[in-house]
T-cell receptor, first 113, second 113 residues
Framework: AQSVTQPDIHITVSEGASLELRCNYS??????LFWYVQSPGQGLQLLLK??????LVQGIKGFEAEFKRSQSSFNLRKPSVHWSDAAEYFC???????????FGQGTELSVKP | NAGVTQTPKFQVLKTGQSMTLQCAQD?????MSWYRQDPGMGLRLIHY???????DQGEVPNGYNVSRSTTEDFPLRLLSAAPSQTSVYFC????????????FGPGTRLTVT
């Protein structure tokens, strides 16, 4: 069965430091992968997506993610974190040709001043 | 475009009551879905629809009904609310096809006492 795992429930980084959020997936075919961000009390906003081609994808707000098939990973990175990046981040894989998404458990990011 | 709208934003129900969560989109998207979000569990798919008149179950469908009489609307019905249905509910929509992103509504926070 398809699944997504985000090993880190909560991460704290200092403002200006680099960030990497981990995501591992289990999927038989070529995965369609997404990262969403959810600010407190808000809905989900798409940060970036991977379908095929270049394994390093750029997203909004300075985020990027690298798809590594050999490691079944799709880790999210940002070189320098801003206080406004504090939020919950979800990795997801799209199941089949329809729109069904399987989400990871989420990683809550806190940013220290 | 208003995007995906959900009403109400907040709702408190007593055990055994019924209610309908409303979801509408004005982007002419074929695909619509309902997720529930619970702490530490990410988002889980309740029901989805690939077009008017077509619905199917997701991962956690028990206790919920849906129908899709128009492209725009996809209401979620709780037949007899239970405390286990206390959650935040998100509606999402997308064009058909795996490469299209899902757009999420702002969510409905439901408490069942």
């Amino acid at each position: 069965a398809q699944s997504v795992t985000q090993p880190d429930i909560h991460i704290t980084v200092s403002e200006g430091a680099s960030l990497e959020l981990r995501c591992n997936y289990s999927y038989g075919a070529t995965p369609y992968l997404f990262w969403y961000v959810q600010s407190p009390g808000q809905g989900l906003q798409l940060l970036l997506k991977y379908f095929s081609g270049d394994t390093l994808v750029q997203g909004i707000k300075g985020f990027e993610a690298e798809f590594k098939r050999s490691q079944s990973s799709f880790n999210l990175r940002k070189p320098s974190v801003h206080w406004s990046d504090a939020a919950e981040y979800f990795c997801a894989v799209r199941q089949g040709q329809g729109g069904k998404l399987i989400f990871g458990q989420g990683t809550e990011l806190s940013v220290k001043p | 475009n208003a995007g995906v709208t959900q009403t109400p934003k907040f709702q408190v129900l007593k055990t055994g009551q019924s209610m309908t969560l409303q979801c509408a989109q004005d982007m002419n998207h074929e695909y619509m879905s309902w997720y529930r979000q619970d702490p530490g569990m990410g988002l889980r798919l309740i029901h989805y629809s690939v077009g008017a008149g077509i619905t199917d179950q997701g991962e956690v469908p028990n206790g919920y009904n849906v129908s899709r009489s128009t492209t725009e609307d996809f209401p979620l019905r709780l037949l007899s609310a239970a405390p286990s249905q206390t959650s935040v509910y998100f509606c999402a929509s997308s064009l058909a096809g795996a490469t299209y992103e899902q757009y999420f509504g702002p969510g409905t926070r439901l408490t069942v006492t």
